[in-house]
């Protein structure tokens, strides 16, 4: 079984640019979740989507967004690129939105903005 | 807000002994789940191990098992028989049943294994 996917590995903008970034998650799950891990700040929720459908968001501004398609798969956009944007961002998904459903998560593309 | 609080931002352990990682939270919740994932150098995050907070019977996976005290809000991660490919960063994480966010982690305690 092919795990969750992410690409680009690396991503490299310049402040003020567009960024998008995608995740496949695993065959047959139908959650999926966007992590931030920056340096010093740990690892923090970013957005959920299950069925096509925002669930929730984190504490993060309007220009973090993103969408989930049909196959399940999920698109993460970051506008107007902040220096503070650099950072690992982690995909995860799951079998179901349920809370016992263990995430599994992808490699990760690191953002770098100069 | 929860939060989930690792006091130990490193340990260092000799092959073949056993470490304890701990983990603190806050919640007001009474019905949530607690892990430790294991994020090697390689990045990937790998679940290790799971807990419901329900369940008094602490979890056990091979030679990783958990200290889970819900009164203390305590959840320490007890590895044995260290071994060199263990080190990597541990992240305890939390998620409420019925709540909305993702996993909740702590910062990291970043386990070095001595050969």
């Known amino acids: 079984e092919a795990g969750v996917t992410q690409s680009p590995t690396h991503l490299i903008k310049t402040r003020g640019q567009q960024a998008t970034l995608r995740c496949s998650p695993i065959?047959?799950?139908?959650?999926v979740y966007w992590y931030q891990q920056a340096l010093g700040l740990g690892l923090q929720f970013l957005l959920w989507y299950d069925e096509g459908e925002e669930r929730n968001r984190g504490n993060f501004p309007p220009r973090f967004s993103g969408r989930q398609f049909p196959n399940y798969s999920s698109e993460l956009n970051v506008n107007a690129l902040e220096l503070e944007d650099s950072a690992l961002y982690l995909c995860a998904s799951s079998r179901t939105g349920a809370h016992n459903q263990p995430q599994h998560f992808g490699d990760g593309t690191r953002l770098s903005i100069l | 807000a929860q939060t989930v609080t690792q006091s130990q931002p490193e340990m260092s352990v000799q092959e073949a002994e056993t470490v304890t990682l701990s983990c603190t939270y806050d919640t007001s919740e009474s019905d949530y789940y607690l892990f430790w994932y294991k994020q090697p150098p390689s990045r990937q995050m790998i679940l290790v191990i799971r807990q419901e907070a329900y369940k008094q019977q602490n979890a056990t996976e091979n030679r990783f098992s958990v200290n889970f005290q819900k009164a203390a809000k305590s959840f320490s991660l007890k590895i044995s028989d260290s071994q060199l490919g263990d080190a990597a960063m541990y992240f305890c994480a939390y998620r409420v049943v019925g709540g909305a966010d993702g996993l909740t982690f702590g910062k990291g305690t970043h386990l070095i294994i001595q050969p």
């Open positions: 065959s047959g799950h139908t959650s």
